[in-house]
């Protein structure tokens, strides 16, 4: 089991969003994967506060590369991440949506 | 599926960076304030490429509604991420070489510092919040009740056009009825007079209730409207009309808040009123005991002046544009009417404003009060700044190393200032809570009279409290911070390590100073206060107070004859009681009011002017059960009846104005029905109030011999040697209630308390006043003491040196002592200053003395040097006493 809290949705999305913008994840960049997976507004002011929380828990690293301020995954990272994706693919299990769209 | 909205590319961000630069600044300014330092260039050019994007593909609007959303949507996240920053100490890895972080957060971050360093100091905090919290707490109860007094508006429509007339209670209703069709700068004008009515409900036995009698316009004057029904109409105070009763908004509640009760009757007096309205709550008129108002007939004839008037000004008018007016009212009321020249009512024409007659008698102890509960607070947060400074001092190690790595004035200065406000915070908090518990003890202390009555709590103060706990928090890091700037304290922390001599301490010195004055002030306030309140207690009332209870009684109904005889028979069987003494009734007690005076005309002396001279109805014992001497001839006894030839005994104030070289025993003096023969002197008393000028001429008859006997009386009981009159009161009424079960128990009291009464708002202030002075001096000696102790500490080294090189202990103990006494004595001197000017304000509140009275001056001065003497003397022998190679290898 992992030793943190599971992840806040919001948490993984930014942390995903790191991963897919590796070499590249400063908090702008990060704000900006999130907006166009999801489609959804997302303020500078909520990346950067749950940044700083993810390194408070060392999920992730940050480090200076030329003026500006970068973030990786650390190991801790990807076992939440795994643990999280875990968790919910335990939750859908034996849930199928078309049924219950069917049936509703 | 992904959804992807945006559609940027990166190299449309990096070409667009001459751009960067045009975002709106209100916007940019908000944004960039709330980054941190080491991030804000980023998300500031990130954000203006983004946005100079949005522009060119949706346009400016929607580029602006974009960038405003991410501004104020970003405000939530950055609390939450200042207070974890500040709460955690969190800072991140690649900020470490740029670590300043958000500006707030280091607030946080030096509360959460205060609050640590607070928690390993606990007798510095209790003692700190204790003091202050005393201060706070006080100044906000005081504050509380002067507010509701002074400050809430009264319950009448633009009070400031209320005005009252001159010769209170001197008016008659023929005067009313000839002015009232033309009151020349009044918008109307009311008379009323006192009237307690007796109220009859339900088969319960009556009680009496405070109602006011008033001519017609009384409600329209005060611009007030019921709440139900109406006020009273012309026609109620016609000759002949109807009675009728306005409620107020207690006594409908105590009658069952019956909201249909207007139309009905109510027993009143063994007679009905209609009830034609109620007022609404918070009303009263003209003092907050008042319960009913009643109609009254204003009879052209009736030339007994016993009205007040209240006039409402026309709009605009002040009382000193009033004086044509006047002029032309009293001209008007020469023509019609003659006064005795003592009583021209003409020639003294004066209006009061309401609010005056209202707040005039309580200002005074009100605002002395406010005065010194706000010195308090001043000497609770000098206390509380000397004791931040000794602390400072103590912790001159971790400061001198906190500015050798680099922590500026600045950064200190806030620690300081956190810290104060922390401290500040949680003594408002207590003080808070202390003026909630202590305000009804407070408010029975003032004296307020009637008024209190309409003062209550109010949650606002808390807020009240912690403004004022804000406030004090910046006085008291004031006093540190300024002492940091100055370099006094910074030099003294940088030697910290070496020796510690050189801190010259000056800033303490002066606080202290200040607190002695202070406390000067305050012992000198309370000093004049004792000595007016001895000159009080010293005049002699003519009576015996001690062992004597008091019942006040009310009888309705029936002939003269009738109610003498009640009260006879009531006295009688008081007076067989095993634990009575004495008793006896009287028609109004000494000390509570001129009352009734008459002419008093001489048998054989035509050529004396009808003087007045008070005149009192008693039974049998009264000279006994109060303890007034028989000087000549005899008093009342069993000679004296109904049907006996009339007696009169006269006391001495009269036998010396009106026999100066004669023997009065056997005179005639005239009385409404025939002549009354002196059979004794008994010695003066007070009758109005604790005041030489009250020790008029006065005489007494008996009940049963006078025509008049009023329904209300006061039975007077000496109990037996040993007994307490106050624990008695119970027993007596019951005696009361099973000899007469008609007659109306209005007030039971002792007649110690009576005399404390009449010494009225002097003695109250007087005992507030002296524990507030009390509490002074103990802080002042606690100022004295901090102080003088932190010196001997900072000069230990040099006095265990001085005391090995050969220095008497006692010279030790003679030279702090003489520091201290120094310090007390520069500020008794401005103390004394201070209470030369400000113990006039008390002026008005005293009896007989001087509001710079030397002696009282004098006392404080003295009492003041003792305790700082007292204070300065510890520290002394601890410095006499110290142990040379500790301290020694202490500073090593």
Known sequence: MNKHAPLGTFEEQ??????????????????????????????????????????????????????????????????????????????????????????? | MEARRAHFSAPDFYNVETERMTLPTIARRLLAAQQHDAER????????????????????????????????????????????????????????????????????????????????????????????????????????????????????????????????????????????????????????RPEGVYLQQDGRPARQVPGIASSAELFDVLGVRPMLGSGFSPADDAPGAEPVAVLGYGLWQELGADRSIVGKSIDLDGGTRRVVGVMPEGFWFPDPSVRVWLSTPMRPN??????????????????????????????????????????????????????????????????????????????ACANVATLMLGQLRGRSSELAVRIALGAGSGRLTRQLLVESIVLGLIAGAVGAFAAAMGFRLLLAALPLGELASTVTFNWTLFLVAMLIAFVAALLIALVPVLSLLHGDLRDALSRARTSGIGAKGRMEEALVIGEVALAVLLAAGAGVLIRSVANLQAFDSGIQANGVAVLD???????????????????????????????????????????????????????????????????????????????????????????????????????????????????????????????????????????????????????????????????????????????LLPLLARRIQQTAPTVALREMTTMQHEVATAMGPTLRIMQLMTLLGGLALLLGAIGVYGVVSHFVNRRRRDYVIRLALGMKPIAAIRQVLGRGTALVGIGCLIGILAALLLTRTLASLLYEIDATDPLALGLAIVTLIAAGCVAALIPGIRASRANPAQVLRENA
């Open chain 2, 41 to 192: 260039e980023e998300v500031l050019s990130g954000m203006g490429e983004e946005y100079v994007m949005r522009r060119r593909r949706d346009g400016s609007l929607k580029a602006r509604l974009w960038l405003w959303r991410q501004v104020l949507g970003s405000l939530p996240a950055t609390v939450g991420r200042v207070w974890f920053r500040g709460t955690t100490g969190f800072e991140s890895e690649a900020n470490r070489m740029n670590g300043k972080g958000l500006g707030l957060e280091s607030w946080i971050q030096d509360m959460r510092f205060a609050l640590r360093s607070l928690r390993s100091r606990p007798l510095y905090v209790v003692l700190s919040v204790m003091t202050l919290a005393l201060g706070i707490g006080g100044a906000t109860a005081v504050f509380g009740i002067a507010r509701a007094v002074l400050l809430e508006p009264l319950p009448y429509r633009t009070s400031d056009e209320l005005v009252l007339f001159w010769n209170m209670f001197d008016w008659s209703e023929a005067e009313v009825n000839f002015l009232r069709p033309e009151w020349t700068g009044f918008a109307g004008v009311a008379a009323y």
């Open chain 1, 14 to 104: 930014v942390l995903l969003a790191i991963v897919r913008t590796a070499g590249d994840a400063f908090g702008m960049n990060v704000r900006r994967e999130i907006e166009t997976v999801t489609g959804r507004d997302v303020a500078i002011g909520a990346v950067y506060a749950t940044l700083d929380r993810l390194e408070a828990k060392k999920l992730v690293r940050s480090f200076r590369s030329s003026d500006r301020k970068l973030f990786e995954i650390t190991r801790s990272g990807i076992d939440a991440l795994a643990e999280t994706k875990a968790m919910r693919e335990r939750l859908w299990r034996g849930v199928n949506v078309l049924r219950l769209l069917e049936s509703s």
């Open chain 2, 553 to 727: 009684i009310s009888t309705s109904g029936g002939t003269p004859e009738q109610r003498a005889q009640q009260l006879t028979q009531l006295v009688e069987s008081l007076t067989t009681l095993p634990e009575v003494d004495a008793a006896a009734a009287i028609q109004l007690l000494p000390l509570r009011a001129s009352g009734w005076n008459f002419g008093l005309a001489i048998e054989g002396r035509p050529e004396l002017e009808q003087t007045t001279t008070r005149f009192r109805l008693v039974t049998h014992d009264y000279f006994r059960a109060m303890g007034i001497p028989v000087l000549r001839g005899r008093v009342f006894d069993a000679r004296d009846a109904a049907n006996s030839e009339q007696v009169i005994v006269i006391d001495q104030s009269l036998a010396e104005k009106y026999f100066p070289n004669e023997d009065p025993i056997d005179r005639r003096i005239a009385t409404q029905t025939g002549w009354a023969r002196i059979i004794g002197v008994v010695g003066a008393v007070a009758y109005g109030g604790l005041n030489p000028e009250e020790r008029v001429p006065g005489r007494y008859m008996l009940f049963e011999q006078e025509p008049i006997v009023p329904d209300d009386n006061s039975i007077v009981v000496l109990v037996k040697d040993g007994r307490s009159p106050a624990q």
């Open chain 2, 302 to 379: 009736n030339r007994s002046g016993n009205y007040a008037l209240v006039g409402r000004m026309e709009a605009g008018r002040t009382v000193e544009s009033m004086r044509d007016p006047l002029q032309r009212i009293t001209t008007r009321m020469g023509e019609q009417f003659t006064y005795p020249p003592q009583w021209d009512k003409t020639k003294n024409a004066q209006l009061t404003p309401v609010k005056e007659f209202l707040h005039g008698p309580v200002r005074p102890a009100l605002l002395a009060t406010l005065g010194a509960m706000g010195v308090i607070l001043l000497m």
